[in-house]
C-alpha cells in the first residue's frame, strides 16, 4: 500500500509509517503545496496511492463524483500526529487493507474506525 499524505498533515507521518513498512510521501516532496484536493486526488489515482487525510472535502469529493477510485483515509477530531493516533491508524490499515485497495474510504476516530466500499 502507498499513502500520499496531505499537506493538511505533518510530514512526521513520512518515517512513522516507512517504520511499520508502509510507502507514503508527503504532498510536499510530489507536488505544489498550493495543489487543489482535485489536483491530489488526480495525482493519487494516476499513481496508485491512497490519500491519507484530514480534510473533509476528500470524502465529500467521493461522494459527489461517485468516483471508484482512489481510496481515502480520513482522520477525524483534533490528534492528528502519528504518536497521538499512529496505533489507531496502522490497525484500519490491517483490518481495512483489501478495501483500500479495492477502492474505499476509511475514517479514523477517538476510538472506532469505519469502511465504506466505493463508489459512494
Not at 482512489?70 to 493516533?85: F, T
Given at each position: 500500500m502507498r499513502l500520499i499524505i496531505d499537506i493538511n498533515l505533518s510530514p512526521?507521518?513520512?518515517?512513522?509509517?516507512?517504520?511499520?513498512?508502509?510507502?507514503?510521501?508527503h504532498w510536499a516532496q510530489v507536488g505544489d503545496p498550493t495543489a487543489t484536493d482535485r489536483?491530489?486526488?488526480?495525482?493519487?489515482?494516476?499513481?496508485g496511492y491512497t490519500v491519507?487525510?484530514?480534510?473533509?472535502?476528500?470524502?465529500?469529493m467521493l461522494a459527489?463524483?461517485?468516483a471508484g477510485r482512489?481510496?481515502?483515509?480520513?482522520?477525524?477530531?483534533?490528534?492528528?500526529?502519528?504518536?497521538?493516533?499512529g496505533g489507531p491508524l496502522l490497525a484500519s490499515l490491517r483490518r481495512f487493507r483489501a478495501d483500500l485497495e479495492?477502492?474505499?474510504?476509511?475514517?479514523?476516530?477517538?476510538?472506532r474506525s469505519r469502511v465504506r466500499v466505493l463508489p459512494l
Open positions: 512526521e507521518w513520512v518515517p512513522f509509517l516507512a517504520e511499520a513498512g508502509v510507502i507514503a510521501r489536483e491530489i486526488m488526480a495525482w493519487a489515482s494516476t499513481h491519507f487525510t484530514h480534510d473533509l472535502d476528500f470524502s465529500t459527489l463524483t461517485h482512489p481510496s481515502v483515509i480520513q482522520l477525524r477530531g483534533p490528534r492528528v500526529l502519528p504518536e497521538q493516533i479495492a477502492g474505499a474510504l476509511v475514517v479514523i476516530e477517538p476510538g
